[in-house]
């Protein structure tokens, strides 16, 4: 039985996210059953990058500073430049990568948002360097939108083991 039904996952981004990269990976949590939050620096609607094609709008559902770790199994990053640019100035977030990561929590990025880890001091290594999905026991690293099934699949699979280990308690 699929324990990603009972996951709470938490996004981080803001102007300038990859559209893709959020919105595919939230819609497949969703569906599966996950409840899938997004905060950022406000609650006013944010705008995703558009090369070529129409920028997407999503309202976050709280502010960087209304986050409760606590009450979050997983973080997702996902990549845009600007994004993660604004995101690593904010205190908060930076507050935010560290008690995920050392809580043991699942910590996934992709490519952009990655920087964000290293600005927080976890080890991400350098994702534009490695073809494939780097996984270990807590954090997935992604190579961006061409990867976001695979992205999405080790990170419901990094959930998931960090659900049963916890449950084994």
């Known amino acids: 039985m699929p324990l990603i039904d009972a996951a709470r996952v938490l996004i981080l981004a803001t102007d300038g996210f990859e559209q893709p990269e959020l919105f595919r990976t939230r819609e497949r949590l969703r569906d599966l059953g996950a409840e899938v939050r997004i905060a950022a620096l ?9 090369e070529g094609r129409s920028a997407l709008r999503i309202t976050p559902d709280m502010t960087l500073t209304q986050v409760d770790c606590e009450r979050f199994d997983a973080l997702l990053i996902p990549g845009g430049e600007a994004s993660a640019a604004a995101l690593k100035e904010q205190q ?53 939108a061409a990867q976001i099934t695979a992205f999405t699949d080790a990170l419901i699979e990094a959930i998931e083991g960090r659900m049963v280990a916890m449950a084994a308690r």
């Open 42 to 50: 406000g609650t006013t609607p944010i705008r995703g990058a558009a």
């Open 92 to 144: 908060r977030a930076l507050e935010i990568v560290r008690d995920f990561a050392g809580a043991g929590k699942p910590v996934a990025a992709t490519r952009g948002g990655a920087c964000l880890l290293d600005a927080a001091g976890v080890d991400a290594g350098d994702p534009s360097a490695v073809p494939e999905i780097r996984r270990d026991a807590r954090l997935v690293v992604g190579g961006g």
